[in-house]
């Protein structure tokens, strides 16, 4: 039979989703888990691999089994054999094998959190970005309206991307201010490595008055990765949701990162 599940978790501590031999992986965490409660081997497909340090609200992973568990029997048993931060946040059993984590995805969405004043933080050490720069949001919005649609995201794609191509569809782009905290919302049909933080480190270029409004219209035009900015920190991006057509039936709910100090 064919399940599917949500998850959450702090990147902080792992080497990313994806499951290496030299260092802690959530995938294998993950696995470990399924594979104790199923009592055999588990292995998991997801909707889109994080990178080291990035965390995740809305993860959906799926993975076969002829082990035959209530939901709430995969759900909690799973928990009490994963760390702290890392947890199941829903199992659907599936009726057939339609659903694919990674392939049934219509679009996906992440959120960057920037921790916008002059002190470091504390509490949120490793939860999100912080910029000590006075940061003008007007102009990073404004910046960010010509990614929006059907591009070749040469400029902002890493050195060691692996995709066939550079084109992507971004369905929508948000940037907005909470007190001392920014939040770059955005949503695509997919990802290229480091496309969210190469982004917004251009974003941010702009946002400190380094660069023009109009700058990001030439890098996406230029197709250049050198000539954009740097690669935004790790901590600030949360992996938040997914979106899959009704017809699988999972749960539509997903949160948003939001603090406040």
């Not at 599940?5 to 888990?33: D, I, N």
């Not at 009726?95 to 990674?102: L, T, V």
Request: glycine share 8%; net charge neutral.
């Amino acid at each position: 039979m064919r399940i599917a599940a949500g998850v959450e978790y702090l990147g902080s501590a792992y080497c990313g989703w994806q499951r290496l031999g030299h260092a802690p992986s959530v995938q294998a965490c993950v696995e470990a888990a399924l594979t104790r409660v199923a009592a055999e081997p588990v292995s998991v497909v997801c909707a889109g691999r994080t990178d080291t340090g990035v965390h995740a609200a809305g993860q959906v992973i799926h993975f076969d089994t002829a082990a035959e568990r209530p939901e709430h029997g995969w759900l909690m048993g799973s928990n009490v054999h994963l760390p702290d931060d890392i947890a199941l946040r829903w199992v659907k059993v599936l009726p057939d094998e339609a659903f694919h984590a990674r392939f049934s995805a219509r679009h996906r969405r992440y959120r960057y959190v920037i921790l916008n004043r002059q002190g470091r933080p504390a509490l949120l050490n490793q939860r999100a970005a912080w910029y000590r720069h006075a940061l003008d949001v007007g102009r990073m919005q404004e910046a960010a309206q010509v990614l929006l649609g059907e591009h070749d995201f040469s400029s902002f794609r890493a050195a060691g991307c692996q995709a066939r191509h550079a084109v992507r569809d971004i369905q929508a782009l948000h940037i907005s201010r909470d007190g001392d905290f920014i939040y770059l919302d955005i949503v695509a049909n997919a990802f290229l490595h480091h496309m969210v933080r190469n982004i917004t480190g251009s974003l941010l270029v702009v946002g400190k008055g380094e660069q023009p409004v109009a700058w990001i219209a030439e890098l996406l035009a230029v197709r250049d990765r050198t000539l954009a900015g740097p690669t935004a920190p790790a901590a600030g991006l949360y992996f938040v949701h997914v979106d899959y057509p009704l017809e699988h039936g999972l749960p539509a709910d997903y949160r948003l990162p939001q603090f406040a100090l």
